[in-house]
């Protein structure tokens, strides 16, 4: 899953914040808490505002938190916008048909009965993704169906299921079981012994196979995602359909005292959040959902207690680090790289610029997470925590500062390190890329940064790389036309020889004809 920040141009790149020359779209946080927002299939809507040169637009409107593609929602109103009771009938209606077709409670009805199912009779169909019964399988006749499901891939449904890879919608990658059992040794050594795992299925899922296996579980999990085919694999105790852009719980106050009692049990003590949101989120409203989850652990919590954090991880990419930080003051970033199975880039054993830029943020002190050094990290007594083995101790910065693995420099003119592929511009007077645009690329042009032009008509665009690109679309245009006459002369051809075909046949049945009446 993924936000509505890409869909509207609200991208988020290092370190970024909201520039006086920024342009896109902004969440605004600040609403009116005594008008709710409209509702969408994916819950309570958030309020936008458009950005162009730093100067916000005099009307916000309501859009999808947890799309940023239209055609996966088009919720759209302006904030002043007045609805008919026809349109917002129209609306509920919508929103009913978008919801999932069995009830949480028809989920655990089901997945009890398909566990009590022998071997041969337990079926999965591939095209719906979903466990079928017996009376289910006249329906599913002709779909891809697999069948001896056994208990083992019950209990791994992410390996079950597809991966729901629309970067524009979903976006879900899975951890690599690399990082899967770090994490759950991690947790195991901290004393952990409840995780409430935020958006991720394969840990929970490791997580509850490793307590099966146990004589005495140490730790168990609460999953809570907006992928609700998981529905289907676990009891109610264990999986709330959840969005954390707008903390909707879809299956109302149930689902919510769930959670609440989960995260209050034991007094709230041995409890830890683990979230990994997609990377294409807007760090805003997240941090909102995250510190609502925190009220709710506190209201379970002494007068005593009360300067206590809840330990989270938040998994996100290290060029958040401001933002995340921004919401969170005492949280800070581990220099251990996490992995995906599906993902083409974010995979272990990368070197340099092909490393996962994907960290864990954290308020646990630095000095109580032990990295393997057998995965190349190592431990700095100087700055009293583990980090990578290339992250060189800084003198001068008197710190660990690189942030992607790679031995970064010190900039004596910044005062701070930078990336060993980066110089000091000295008109920009800071450390950026060589060739890089003084002014900064905004709406216009992404080469000089110019509004009243796009890149492929700039007049610093080198002679050189116009001709070429001229060339290549003029190659490209040929090609496009020689297919094309290609095709019609196929076309024609064809028609001559039907024609041909169909002549032949004709004088063949009269010679017949005259044949048979002679």
Known sequence: MATLGDRLGAGEAEGSASSPGSSGVEVVLSSDPATPAPRCPHGPTLLFVKVSQGKEDTRRFYACSACRDRKDCNFFQWEDEKLSGARLAAREAHNRRCQPPLSRMQCVQRYLKFIELPLSQRKFCQRCQQLLLPDDWEKHREHQVMGDISVTQLKRPSQLLSPLENKKTNAQYLFADRSCQFLIDLLSTLGFRRVLCVGTPRLHELIRLKASGDKK???????????????????????????????????????????RTFLQEDKGEGVIMVTDPPFGGLVEPLAVTFKKLIAMWKEGQSQDNSHKEL????????????????????????????????????????????????????????????????????????????????????????????????????????????????????????????????????????????????????????????????????????????????????????????????????????????????
């Not at 168990?220 to 529905?231: G, Q």
């Not at 009243?452 to 070429?468: G, L």
């Open 311 to 518: 330990p989270i991880f938040w998994i996100f990419p290290y060029f958040f680090e401001s933002r995340i930080c921004q919401f969170f003051p005492s949280f800070h970033m581990l220099d251990y790289q996490v992995d995906y199975d599906n993902h083409a880039l974010y995979k272990h054993g990368k070197t340099g610029r092909k490393q996962s830029p994907v960290r864990i943020f954290t308020n646990i002190p630095p000095n109580k997470i032990i990295l393997p050094v057998e995965e190349g990290y190592r431990f700095c007594p100087l700055c009293q925590r583990y980090v990578s083995l290339e992250n060189q101790h800084c003198e001068h910065c008197n710190s660990c500062t690189s942030k992607d693995g790679r031995k970064w420099n010190h900039c004596f003119l910044c005062k701070k390190c930078v990336k060993p592929s980066w110089i000091h511009c000295s008109i920009c007077n800071h450390c950026a890329l060589p060739g890089h645009s003084c002014e900064g690329p905004r709406d216009g042009c992404f080469i000089c940064g110019e509004l009243d032009h796009k890149r492929s008509t700039c007049p610093n665009i080198s002679a050189a790389t116009r001709v070429s690109n001229t060339l290549f679309f003029r190659a490209v245009r040929k090609q496009k036309q020689r297919k094309s006459n290609k095709m019609k002369m196929e076309t024609t051809k064809g028609q001559a020889m039907n024609h041909t075909s169909v002549t032949r046949k004709k004088k063949r049945r009269e010679r017949a004809h005259q044949y048979l009446c002679s």
């Open 217 to 259: 579980p140490n730790i168990k999990s609460l999953l809570l995602d907006i992928d609700f085919r998981y529905s289907q694999f676990y009891m109610e105790d264990s999986f709330c359909h959840y969005n954390m852009f707008n903390h909707h719980f879809f299956d109302g106050e149930a689902a919510l005292e769930v959670c």
